[in-house]
């Protein structure tokens, strides 16, 4: 036997009651205290419900609220989305939008799960494991997963390795070392500070655990060049002419000595200002002695002619070193002393084996005249500046001294 539902055309009936109703109120023929409000509307007055996204407590005795929310909306209007991020929310008329769990095998933590401070994930979904062994890990969100620094004496981004191969030096370790030298022992170079051979000749050579024992510079004041220093432009032991501009196209003989090319003689030139002294008192002298000029004088910018300057200590330093390393017989430094009797304190004379040809111009006007050449250098100030002197006894002595002295100058070719 078929039932039939005969409550359809009642439920129907009582609906479209429910509407003439609602339209006779909202016409103002009558009110819906004794009567049912239509669907979405409430109170005495038949308002509007406030519910928004659920089903609505409706009808003269409902409070216009949600009975319950649909979809992922929460609170008694249902209409406010969970601030959850990484887990699951809390929803409905009695939710509060929270997390009420975190995603499982995750680090997320907070009441949003928003928060991947933990000590054992990391990436953006906070559901990576850390590779780092022996050390601290970096996690979150913006972490790696590597180690931030190494217990003890671990090292690489793991912190997993303890073999070194650094030999005489300090080993790089740590999450960002490599198990080679950071800083070498001593003149050792190269990565793990194993070698001690170097290839530069004349320059400072580089090393440490970056050096590669070539030069990284060559001898200032020389004209040394290429990565070991060897190539020189100049031919060694090479005379030639120096033409002062500055002094009436005067004439001076030059002469190569390791790389660096120095006047052959003492400079004469008289300056526009300063001071300076004729050798024993005499200007007879000029010609073969030069002039005597105080420290100040000598060291003016554009004293010595266009292209050439006042040597440094290093520049002296430099020369008195080669000298040394490969006079011939002669003893000391007579290599450098001119071959003259001018040289009149002593019986012997000078090797000049170098083309160098100091002579006793002295200091003054007349001390030491006849027994000693002094020089002056860039290096100091007017408080003390450093001189050469040079003896035919084969002594030389490198000294600070009173920049008032009048000593003998000889320029040297700027290399650069």
Not at 115 to 133: F, I, L, N, R
Not at 286 to 296: A, F, P, S, V
Not at 332 to 345: E, G, M, V, Y
């Amino acid at each position: 036997m078929t039932h039939h539902n005969i409550r359809s055309p009642l439920v129907k009936h009582s609906n479209l009651l429910k509407n003439i109703a609602y339209i006779l109120w909202l016409l103002g023929f009558s009110s819906c205290s004794d009567k049912e409000c239509p669907p979405g509307h409430f109170g005495p007055n038949c308002q509007t419900c406030t519910c928004q996204n659920g089903e609505c407590n409706d009808g003269i005795n409902g409070d216009g609220k949600c009975k319950e929310c649909t979809g992922s909306f929460w609170g008694e209007n249902c209409n406010q989305k969970p601030t959850c991020v990484n887990g699951t929310p809390s929803l409905g008329i009695a939710g509060n939008g929270k997390c009420s769990d975190c995603f499982t095998d995750t680090g997320w933590s907070g009441e949003n799960c928003d928060d991947c401070a933990t000590d054992s994930y990391w990436g953006e979904s906070c559901d990576k494991k850390p590779t780092c062994v022996n050390g601290t890990p970096s996690l979150g969100v913006n972490g790696n997963g590597k180690c931030r620094e190494c217990f003890g004496d671990y090292w690489g981004e793991n912190c997993d390795n303890l073999a070194v191969t650094c030999v005489n030096g300090t080993p790089s370790l740590g999450a960002n070392g490599d198990g080679t030298c950071r800083e070498c022992s001593g003149d050792y170079w190269g990565k793990n500070c194993d070698n001690l051979a170097v290839t530069c000749v004349n320059g400072t050579p580089s090393l440490g655990a970056y050096g590669n024992g070539k030069c990284r510079e060559c001898f200032a004041g020389t004209a040394w060049s290429g990565d070991n220093c060897d190539q020189c432009p100049l031919t060694e032991g090479k005379t030639g002419t120096l033409i002062d501009s500055n002094d009436n196209n005067k004439t001076y003989k030059t002469i190569v000595v390791n790389c660096q090319e120095w006047m052959a003689e003492n400079y004469a030139r008289v300056p526009t200002s300063g001071h300076y002294y004729h050798a024993n008192n005499s200007a007879d002298n000029d010609n073969i002695y030069g002039l005597l000029y105080d420290w100040e004088t000598a060291s003016a910018i554009n004293f010595c002619p266009t292209m050439w300057r006042l040597p440094t200590r290093a520049d002296f330093d430099y020369l008195l070193t080669y000298v040394e390393k490969h006079r011939t017989s002669n003893s000391n430094f007579l290599a450098l002393i001119a071959k003259s009797t001018a040289w009149t304190a002593y019986s012997n004379q000078g090797g000049d084996n170098f083309g160098f040809g100091a002579l006793p111009a002295g200091a003054g006007g007349n001390y030491n005249f006849g027994s000693g050449a002094y020089f002056w250098s860039a290096s100091g100030s007017t408080d003390f500046s450093v001189a050469v002197s040079l003896w035919l006894d084969g002594s030389v002595h490198v000294l600070p001294d009173d920049p008032y002295c009048a000593y003998s100058v000889r320029c040297i070719k700027d290399s650069n």
